[in-house]
């Protein structure tokens, strides 16, 4: 009995290293996932935020002064509500120049760079993890 507990004192470790990487990588994947949908529902949400913010720009004679307004106040807006997110990451934010037409419609759109956000690890059988998109677009609309 005391001879077969010496030879099973090494298995734990075996198993530890067949095992610990897969529980690894599968919380890796649930962390950076879920980031992923945080970011992507946040984007949404500050393109729908700018585009009700450009509704509250008072219009002025000068076509190309409105304009500028409109983006001046859209580009604050949407950055503020993504304030929760780190200055390097509010950084990768882009935000386009509104489109303003003559009717009254207003289309913010937004663009968010996740190329680097994290560390990419390339899994046999797999393949990289996390396969994020490069860029994360949202966009949206308001009457004005």
Do not use: C
């Amino acid at each position: 009995m005391g001879m077969l507990k010496k030879r099973q004192h090494g298995g734990v470790a075996v198993e530890f290293t067949f095992v610990f990487p897969l529980l690894f990588m599968l919380v890796y994947g649930v962390i950076t996932y879920s980031f992923l949908f945080l970011l992507t529902s946040s984007v949404h949400y500050a393109a729908q935020v700018g585009a009700e913010a450009a509704v509250s720009v008072a219009p002025v004679a000068d076509e190309d002064e409105y304009r500028a307004a409109i983006a001046t106040r859209v580009d604050a807006v949407a950055k503020q509500s993504l304030s929760w997110l780190s200055p390097s990451q509010r950084a990768r934010l882009t935000v386009d120049p509104p489109n303003y037409d003559v009717a009254g419609a207003v289309l913010v759109r937004l663009q968010f760079n996740t190329v680097g956000l994290f560390p990419v690890v390339d899994l046999p059988l797999v393949g990289p993890v996390p396969n994020f998109p490069d860029i994360v677009v949202a966009t949206a609309n308001a009457n004005i």
